[in-house]
């Protein structure tokens, strides 16, 4: 089972001074809204699928309106389902928004991005509308409680869900999936490096 | 793929000749206070000519910000997640043309960017999509940004370098630059530069 790295691509020598950060570098667009824990256990949780297997689907519903099932996608785009563990939290409000201004990246490589959280979709609305307006779909995994996230492995023991990033081919396949440290956003040129791979 | 391509150029030159070395890092409580002086920052110099000459640098390794052949440099801390500091990027590239385009302020003040948190190619991916024209630095391990007192985002610092090459910072400050008459106006005001 593929648990890649979100650090591999970056060259030895950025590794060699990397220091173990907890900073978070957090937007002041959330004010003084954001929960900050403490520094949790990197990952809490057991993969349930692997790279090659088909994706579990699911339909669940978007903060936009209306529900989303993956299936929907089949033969039609590639898929990127970025799990973040909870809203109102540091690392979590610092994700989606970078993703925000690289939609051009995932249409250059077919691609769609689905937000999870096992948030409610109240709660996620508020939360995004603080990072402005996501061209991508941001879907609730709260009832049943984390139903999807424990379909792939990624619901922890607290019930939120790891940081995680599946990516998934038009055939609906599992290419790659990276259970990052939840303390941790995962680096931006790990998800493109990913994608650029099924265009090959 | 292009566009993809030449990202990823941009990302190992940057990662190979930008990265941001910082020794042992001690965070600091709070971000540096009008008055004080900056905490030592080492920056790599940039490999591209229009950037090293624009901050007026003429070796290769690291410089030290306030070696920056100013009078005043504003330093940003961003990064390429923070929607405040997307929103306000239109607003910093027109400060930085306003400063170009005055030849009485051209070589006098300067504009870097940190960004906190990012990957050389996370920055690239900021600098191309908000076209900046202004050196833009990773600071992938938050090393830079602890020593800044772990500030949000965006914050600006405002330090001026006097003849004998000591320097105090006038302005550190969350909070974009939003009007970039006025922040210039305050910026020249607060560092007596004229």
Known sequence: MKKSNCFSVLPGIVLIFFLAATAYGLSDAFKDNIYHPENLKPTDSVLKVKVGDRAPDFTLPAVSGGKISLSRYLGKKNVVISFVPAAWTPVCSDQWPGYNIVEDLFNKNDAILLGITVDNIPTLFAWTNQMGNLWFPVLSDFWPHGRTADAYGVLRSDGITERALFIIDKKGIIRDINVNDINKRPRLESIVRELEKLNK | ?194
């Open chain 2, 1 to 194: 793929m292009k566009a993809m391509k030449k990202i990823l150029i941009h990302f190992i030159a940057l990662t190979v000749c930008v990265f941001v070395f910082s020794s042992p890092v001690t965070a600091a409580k709070s971000p540096p206070a009008k008055g004080a002086i900056l905490p030592e920052i080492n920056l790599a110099v940039p490999v591209k000519d229009r950037a090293k000459s624009y901050l007026g640098l003429s070796t290769s390794g690291f410089f030290k910000i306030p070696q920056i052949r100013a009078k005043v440099v504003l330093i940003e801390i961003f990064s390429m997640y923070c929607p405040h500091c997307q929103g306000d990027a239109p607003d910093v590239n027109k400060l930085y043309n306003m400063i170009e385009g005055n030849p009485r302020l051209k070589n006098k003040v300067k504009l870097i960017g940190i960004g906190a948190g990012n990957s050389s190619y996370e920055v690239e991916v900021f600098a191309k999509t908000y076209d900046i024209p202004f050196p833009l630095f990773a600071d992938m391990d938050y090393s830079i940004h602890k020593v800044l007192g772990e500030v949000r985002t965006p914050y600006f610092i405002g330090i001026k370098i006097n003849n004998d090459g000591t320097h105090r910072v006038f302005y550190s400050k969350l909070g974009g630059v939003d009007n970039p008459d006025q922040f210039l106006d305050l910026m020249l005001r607060l560092s007596g530069v004229k």
